[in-house]
């Protein structure tokens, strides 16, 4: 089966290329297949991350909306191990870094969506909203929206939350100088129980 | 011979031609590409629902028999009690208000040269590419005794829905010091760690509530899936090894190979290791694609379908693309998660093709989780590339893999969370 299959793609290809130099504007071919090739490549990504990178899911992250720079940074950190994981080294190790930044300006492009999360203490997320503005507000801007140089977390999943935080906490992943004096005096001033309500607070952001 | 791709490339290119249609790739200029998609299983809404977002002008139809789908994932949790039956029902309105036409009924017959679906309710759909994604049928006669008939006695629950009401219904029907007997087939069929995770969540019942009945694998393989994390799986928690293991597994090499069965006696007969009873017996039966992929020439004599694994269009009948459990992926396994990203795929590519272009090299991924028991979760994963050469798709070297053998019960307890997760996503990503 394999024989007869042979080449004949490239086959394909060279008379694409002989068809659109007559017959359509070559350059708008290639954008297209390059844009289906990105399509495909994020498909891939889109059955655990949800549909466009919004996920409804209580664990999984989503990435729309992703800073770009944001987005390389913790593929690469996968690649090499320095942020710890369960499946996204092994995942993240199966891209090129071409790949990774065309996958970045993807979701990237993405509106970030926040679908309800039942699993949110509402109870807590009043105080948690002032320990934010506190601790958090300072890089985390606009609630959790936006930020130089990190990720979401308004209306970020809060189990995907707490897992980020435990491995803050555990020196498993890399902090900030900054961040990490912050998490000093949140854990000094509020224990466990502050972060908590700051992720609750996160969460419920719509 | 000619192959499929390039004589299909060949037919589209001239037929854009004819009618003039210049400055492709802007669909809305060319007469809008018809697609039938066959099946609504995870292969078949995906590949629907992707056309439709990639070309919102195609015209897109998915004919699918039932109103409902029930998933084989997570259907082991249901099996084992520890989820709802209801959650693993996923409907077509989502499909449908994208503006893909939904029709409830058989596919009877496609005919490649007429380029048309006909159904048993008598309509007649006319396509430019069809898709086919009919997931598998069972090879009744490999297992003696066993049938459609016998599997009322004796549920296979590999398709799910009634059947999986079924066995969960013996299951809860079973008295302590029952005998459960799960007889797993040989590769390639679909879900390869399913029936390891059925094994461990059935097992996970019986310690909680029948905890003097165990389970009796018969397998037709000596190495699965998942094994060594699957077999750490079960001696945390189902004593397996020991005297008072609730799991026992008889491999290949030891004779377990199921070759015959008997409903009325409740036995099991093995190549070697002698005959069984059960109180419950699970027989996966050895499979294929689906019927309509052998009665449309599909399979070119084979269980599964032969495909261009960068287009998954078919080698025997140009014009027709087959993904999923029915195609030929090798390297990638017979996965929801594989349907869903080879879907992606072959939409980009059918149509890239309709419109004479060339279709996109795909790059697909596969990442599939396995419930061990409480809080216990582990995942495969992989992503690979088409290489167009050999007609392979590659796994990615130094990438992929199994979860690590030592990574501890708080990363089985995060993947656990992820495997919920992902299958939130997945029914939102297929059908949502």
Redesign the interface.
């Known amino acids: 089966?394999?024989a007869?299959?042979?080449?004949?793609?490239?086959?394909?290809?060279t008379?694409?290329v002989a068809?659109a130099a007559t017959?359509?504007?070559a350059l708008?071919?290639a954008d297209?297949?390059e844009d289906?090739?990105v399509?495909?490549?994020a498909?891939?990504?889109?059955?655990?991350?949800?549909?466009d990178g919004n996920?409804?899911?209580?664990?999984?992250p989503s990435i729309a909306g992703m800073p770009e720079d944001q987005f390389a940074y913790m593929m690469v950190t996968y690649q090499d191990g320095s942020n710890p994981a369960?499946?996204m080294g092994?995942?993240?190790?199966?891209?090129t870094e071409d790949?990774i930044q065309a996958l970045a300006a993807y979701f990237g492009g993405k509106p970030f969506e926040r679908p309800p999360q039942p699993w949110i203490d509402e109870s807590v997320v009043a105080e948690g909203k002032e320990l934010a503005a506190e601790y958090c507000e300072s890089c985390h801007e606009n609630e959790g929206r936006d930020g130089e140089g990190v990720g979401i977390l308004a209306g970020q999943?809060l189990?995907y939350m707490r897992?980020s935080v435990a491995d803050f906490l555990s020196e498993a992943r890399e902090m900030e100088r900054r961040q990490a004096r912050k998490f000093r005096e949140l854990m000094d001033d509020h224990g466990e129980e502050g972060f908590e309500k700051i992720l609750n607070y996160y969460a419920s952001v719509q | 011979?000619m192959?499929s791709?390039?004589r299909g490339?060949?037919r589209t290119?001239a037929a854009a031609?004819a009618v003039g249609v210049?400055?492709?790739?802007h669909i809305a200029r060319a007469a809008a590409p018809r697609f039938v998609i066959v099946g609504g299983g995870p292969g078949g809404a995906t590949a629907a629902k992707?056309l439709k977002r990639?070309a919102p002008a195609a015209e897109v139809t998915l004919i699918e028999a039932n109103p409902t789908y029930t998933t084989c994932f997570m259907s082991n949790e249901v099996l084992g009690g520890l989820r709802d039956f209801s959650t693993i029902q996923v409907g077509y309105d989502g499909l449908s208000g994208h503006g893909i036409t939904v029709i409830h009924d058989l596919v009877t017959a496609i005919d490649p040269e007429g380029k048309t679906v006909t159904t048993q309710g008598g309509e007649s759909v006319a396509f430019d590419r069809c898709i086919v994604a009919p997931g598998i049928d069972f090879k009744y006669d490999a297992v003696e005794g066993y049938s459609a008939e016998a599997a009322e006695i004796m549920p296979h629950a590999w398709k799910a829905g009634p059947q999986t009401t079924l066995l969960r219904s013996q299951l809860e029907a079973m008295e302590d010091g029952g005998t459960v007997i799960v007889a797993p087939p040989d590769n390639p069929f679909r879900c390869p760690p399913g029936p390891y995770e059925r094994i461990s969540l059935i097992a996970n019942y019986l310690k909680q509530h029948k905890p003097k009945s165990k389970v009796l694998v018969l397998d037709a393989k000596d190495k699965f899936s998942k094994m060594p994390l699957f077999t750490q799986a079960w001696e945390m928690f189902y004593g397996y090894g020991t005297d008072n293991s609730l799991i026992e597994w008889v491999s290949k090499s030891d004779g377990g190979t199921v070759t015959g069965v008997n409903t009325e006696t409740m036995e099991v007969t093995t190549a070697g290791a002698g005959t069984f009873k059960g109180d419950v017996v699970n027989l996966i039966p050895p499979q294929s694609a689906g019927a309509i992929a052998r009665s449309t020439g599909l399979l070119e004599g084979g269980d599964w379908a032969?495909v261009?694994k960068?287009t998954f269009e078919s080698?025997a009948v140009p014009g027709i693309h087959v993904l999923g459990d029915a195609s030929i992926a090798a390297a990638m396994p017979k996965s929801?998660?594989s349907a869903?990203?080879q879907a992606?795929?072959t939409a980009?590519s059918a149509?890239?093709l309709s419109m004479?272009?060339?279709?996109?090299?795909?790059?697909?991924?596969n990442?599939c989780y396995s419930i061990g028991g409480p809080e216990h979760g582990f995942?495969v994963?992989?992503?690979y590339n088409y290489d167009?050469?050999?007609?392979?798709l590659v796994p990615?070297e130094?990438?992929?893999?199994v979860?690590p053998i030592d990574?501890g019960a708080d990363?089985r307890r995060?993947?656990m969370?992820?495997a919920?997760?992902?299958?939130?996503?997945?029914k939102?990503?297929?059908w949502?």
């Not at chain 1, 996920?55 to 999984?60: R, S, T």
């Not at chain 1, 092994?90 to 891209?95: D, F, L, Q, S």
């Not at chain 2, 130094?398 to 893999?401: E, I, L, Q, R, V």
């Not at chain 2, 919920?420 to 997945?426: P, V």
């Open positions: 089966m394999g007869r299959q042979q080449g004949t793609r490239r086959w394909a290809a008379l694409v068809f017959a359509m504007p708008a071919q297209e297949t289906m090739t399509e495909v490549m498909g891939a990504c889109t059955y655990c991350h949800g549909t996920g409804i899911g209580e664990a999984i369960t499946v092994r995942v993240a190790r199966g891209y790949q999943k189990q897992f | 011979m192959h791709t390039r490339f060949l290119t031609t210049v400055g492709l790739p992707y990639y032969p261009n960068g080698l929801g998660a869903n990203s992606k795929a980009a149509l890239a004479g272009q060339e279709p996109p090299m795909p790059t697909l991924a990442a995942s994963a992989a992503v167009d050469f050999e007609n392979k990615v130094g990438a992929g893999g979860s990574a990363s995060r993947e969370f992820y919920h997760s992902w299958f939130e996503n997945m939102a990503d297929c949502g």
